[in-house]
């Protein structure tokens, strides 16, 4: 890569860094591109060499995202140093240290994208739709190993539970964002977890 | 009360009835007043006669939308021509019918509006905060019903277990309107209420 190309492609990163700060702190509609800009020091105007419109870069923030969360939330979820139950435990525990250490701020960039844009952007909808079918693949494997090695429940077809796991844990990261409270993510672990999963 | 005041409360009453429409399709920041005062034909200007602000017009929709929705839920979870499991089935297939009509667009306006606005405007995620408790006690005295009359499992914590009810149906509630798809409300009740919370 050429010098200038170089130089267009860290721009391009650090926009969509401080792009994803802005728009998990506002939300969409809320993010202005100026502050994005300003952020970043990258002079007004030259937005649109990097991206087509607000929309197409929040399709990029998203993609960013998905790129880093999910090979985060993959080597949690096949770390084989721990039982099926226990990764599930993990990804949650992440999670709630995220929303303690921002004292209940801001919650899930795609949760909040989800429940703001899924009526407002056909383009950002089919791109976090196609984003919580994939993580619910990545869930259901989990909890079939689990079920195969005696880790977790088998009463419960896999899909479907880990599909209950996602709704609750997006439900407890909104609710905790609204009551600016852990307690509803630590109800999702001690029943989810503890108690409905187990064999 | 006289003809003046009359007209007063029922303008203010359309405002509002017009004001839920919009915000439940629109979100709050992409609501505008004009379009509001437009449905219901009130000049442009008169807005402040009626509220303080667009954040003292967002909390009076959510008291209204939680006076109209509370008095429906507590009719379904009081309703004893049924088993309280099965007032629990009412209330999510009245929700799943509703999601069904609007083909999974808009949601719930207070799903919504905690998502988007619990981190913008204090006095909105105070007002939704003591909804979300008040509704979790609600179904906490429904589900410890059911487990005193031997119809839910009686081994979760009736208030624990009503969070995460809650929980799961807002999750679901959220993947239901970015996926355009009734299965993850469909899973939910299948899981939730016909295995988790059976005796």
Redesign the interface.
Known sequence: MNAKLQTRSDTRAQLIEAGTEVML???Y??SGIQEVLSRVGVPKGSFYHYFESKEDFAVAIVEAFDTYYTAKINKALTDETKEPIERLRTYCLDSRDWMSEGKC???CLL??L???M???SEIL?EK??SI??KRREMFARCIAEGQSSGNINP??EAH??A??F???????M??S????SL??LD??I???ID??LRP
Do not use: I, V
């Open positions: 702190e506002k939300g509609t809320n701020k801001n919650g949760g909040n989800s429940q703001e899924s009526d407002q909808r976090l739709s919580m079918t009463t419960w479907k539970t599909e209950l996602l709704c609750g844990w997006d439900g407890a909104m609710r964002k609204t009551t600016k307690e509803p109800g999702f001690m029943l989810m108690k409905a």
